[in-house]
């Protein structure tokens, strides 16, 4: 939770900084995992994840570090919008990019790369991710085989944690890697 998010806006690539009770998450985070064998915190290079993953896991060994794959999707102009207008605008970002920001369809790719990366240096390790809400639909959809669409008319449920299993040799769904063309 971020002080953008208790205003009722949408942070987007602008770093954020998190509120009280983002803070109190951070902790409440981790509390809970720290001692569950995470070998590696990856988090968004965004301001309000690296403050989380601070929180949660610094001072503990566990390596933390930055992947700018792990960002929110970026809404380009309309950074720091009002959450009602994300929730008109989402549903069609799924292919057709944010004025200067990136498309929902974007997110899943670079996360892609990711997850790839992941299963090739990291199999059978214990992997906890900082990211954002477009992230987690991206892995809902990569992983869960969740369709982008549904997901991104949906409204976003916030829970303490989700959890996958990327199988070892993992390599990208063709459809990740190839946006569909915007309908006409």
Not at 10 to 37: C, M, N, V, Y
Not at 40 to 57: E, G, K, M, N, W
Not at 116 to 145: F, K, M
């Amino acid at each position: 939770m971020t002080r953008d998010n208790e205003a009722g806006l949408a942070t987007g690539w602008l770093p954020g900084e998190l509120s009280e009770a983002g803070r109190g998450t951070a902790a409440e985070l981790g509390a809970r995992r720290r001692d569950d064998g995470i070998d590696l915190v990856l988090c968004s290079d965004l301001h309000r994840a690296v403050q989380t993953a601070d929180i949660a896991f610094g001072g503990t060994g566990i390596p933390v570090r930055t992947d700018p794959r792990l960002r929110e999707i970026n809404y380009g102009e309309l950074n720091g919008m009002p959450v009602t207008r994300l929730d008109a605008e989402r549903p069609h970002r799924v292919d057709v990019p944010f004025p200067g920001g990136e498309s929902y369809r974007q997110v899943v790719d670079r996360t892609a790369d990711l997850l790839e990366q992941l299963a090739a240096e990291h199999d059978g390790r214990r992997v906890l991710l900082v990211s954002h809400s477009a992230n987690r639909h991206a892995l809902a959809v990569l992983l869960d085989g969740a369709d982008l669409r549904e997901r991104c008319a949906a409204p976003f449920t916030w829970q303490p944690g989700w959890e996958y299993t990327v199988p070892a040799g993992w390599l990208r769904p063709a459809t990740a890697s190839s946006a569909a063309a915007p309908p006409a």
